[in-house]
């Protein structure tokens, strides 16, 4: 039995149907030690593991029908061109039957993946007109006052929507606020105690707690949709607030693992996030603020990459990332040696030298949750603020927010 998956990879020059067909029949022949869900996944069928596996093995014996019809003419000396192309014939129509309610099952994902995404946007958009009438944005125009320092503030893993309560931490709606509150003051308080003048907001991702476990959705106080407004809408009073403190404030976005639509991960696309919504959100609230930047340096979806007085960064959630690994995996992935690499995703503060570059982790709004306390683990809520001068990283500072 083969152990290598790699040759069940699409080959050069081999067709599609060629392909599906040389994979699948490797599994029923007990060659591939792959499962059928993966076989699925790798074929990028829109079944599960269990229907395939049912369609290939009545494709097999079908098959195997064929072969023994066609060894008994052979034997009986019955045998003819005319039979063999006419079972070929058969055998192929069943073939182009199977293809056939393969690509009925990708256009019925794909008609009810557009009418999801439309609703969320038409959602979105409801939003952000009863929000501009309700509670317009009026920000005072800022005065550069030309400070020489810059800033990096790291937010991610808020998991709007999450309610936790135990020994060592209580999160809900009521707490998100106040902690967003004190959040805002320490950033401003510390900005100006340091000569920032331009502020780089680094969105990781998860800032709703999304629905991708049944636990998940069990413990959110609201929709995800809400969550995603909600978070959009808090997003665009927090840089708004900024802006009147700052001479510049740029913002930058990169997905997290919570954010993602679907919430079986093996069916999850990486396009797919509810995360895209709330800078779109935010674009059309903060319009007409001059000193708002969104800025377009993504490397893919989920990598973000910037400069901030010479020093260059990598910015990521973290779900694909590793502390130890991070630098050197993103450096040979994009030929760019950083400075630093941001990242969220860990739930707790953490900082680590490798070669010269440093990853700098950051902590999380919501703190310890169930599942935390379930692993016997706790970290406290909080959010980084990194000071730059022209000699690289001043100062960190952690910013508690409980």
Same mark, same amino acid.
């Given at each position: ?15 599609? /149907? ?22 699925? =996944? ?15 093995? @009545? ?11 066609? /060894? ?35 256009? =019925? ?9 439309? &609703? ?15 509670? $317009?944005?009026?920000?005072? #125009? ?17 998991? +709007? ?48 707690? @999304? ?44 997905? @997290? ?13 990486? +396009? ?6 709330? #800078? ?9 603020? /001059? ?37 050197? =995996?993103?450096?040979?992935?994009? &030929?760019?040696? $950083? ?8 739930? &707790? ?12 982790? =950051? ?17 406290? #809520? ?21």
């Amino acid at each position: 039995m083969s152990t290598d998956t790699n040759e069940f990879n699409q080959q050069a020059g081999e067709a599609y /149907e060629e392909w599906k067909y040389r994979v699948i029949f490797a599994k029923v022949e007990k060659k591939c030690k792959l499962s059928w869900g993966e076989i699925s =996944n790798l074929l990028n069928l829109d079944c599960g593991g269990d229907y395939l596996r049912k369609i290939a093995y @009545g494709v097999k014996k079908y098959a195997d029908f064929l072969a023994t019809r066609e /060894e008994e003419a052979y034997e009986s000396g019955r045998y003819s061109d005319e039979l063999t192309e006419l079972e070929n014939k058969t055998f192929a129509m069943q073939r182009e039957k199977m293809r056939m309610q393969d690509q009925k099952r990708e256009l =019925n994902k794909l008609l009810r993946d557009w009418a999801r995404a439309e &609703h969320i946007q038409g959602e979105m958009n409801k939003a952000v007109q009863r929000m501009a009438k309700s509670k $317009p944005l009026s920000f005072k #125009p800022r005065v550069p006052n030309d400070a020489p320092n810059e800033a990096a503030l790291l937010l991610s893993d808020w998991h +709007k929507g999450m309610v936790t309560n135990n020994h060592n931490n209580t999160f809900n709606d009521a707490v998100f606020r106040e902690r967003i509150e004190t959040l805002v003051n320490e950033v401003i308080e510390r900005g100006h105690q340091q000569n920032v003048g331009s502020l780089h907001v680094f969105c990781l991702g998860d800032l709703v707690n @999304g629905l991708i476990h049944v636990t998940t959705r069990i413990n959110n106080e609201e929709n995800v949709i809400k969550q995603t407004m909600q978070v959009a809408e808090t997003l665009s009073e927090v840089i708004g607030k900024f802006s009147e403190e700052f001479d510049k404030v740029n913002l930058y976005w990169s997905r @997290g693992n919570h954010d993602r639509v679907t919430p079986d991960k093996k069916e999850s696309l990486t +396009k797919e996030s509810f995360f895209d919504f709330i #800078p779109w959100y935010l674009e059309s609230r903060l319009e007409g603020i /001059e000193n708002v930047e969104f800025v377009d340096s993504n490397l893919d979806d989920e990598i973000v990459y910037a400069s901030i007085m010479g020093n260059d960064i990598f910015a990521v959630h973290g779900h694909r990332d590793k502390l130890n690994t991070a630098i050197q =995996n993103l450096s040979l992935l994009y &030929h760019i040696f $950083p400075d630093y690499v941001f990242m969220g995703h860990f739930h &707790h503060a953490a900082e680590k030298e490798i070669q010269g570059a440093e990853v700098i982790v =950051n902590g999380s709004l919501c703190g310890t949750d169930d599942y935390a306390v379930s692993l016997r683990r706790m970290s406290k #809520p909080s959010q980084k603020l990194i000071i730059f001068d022209g000699k690289g990283r001043l100062c960190t500072y952690n910013l508690r927010l409980s």
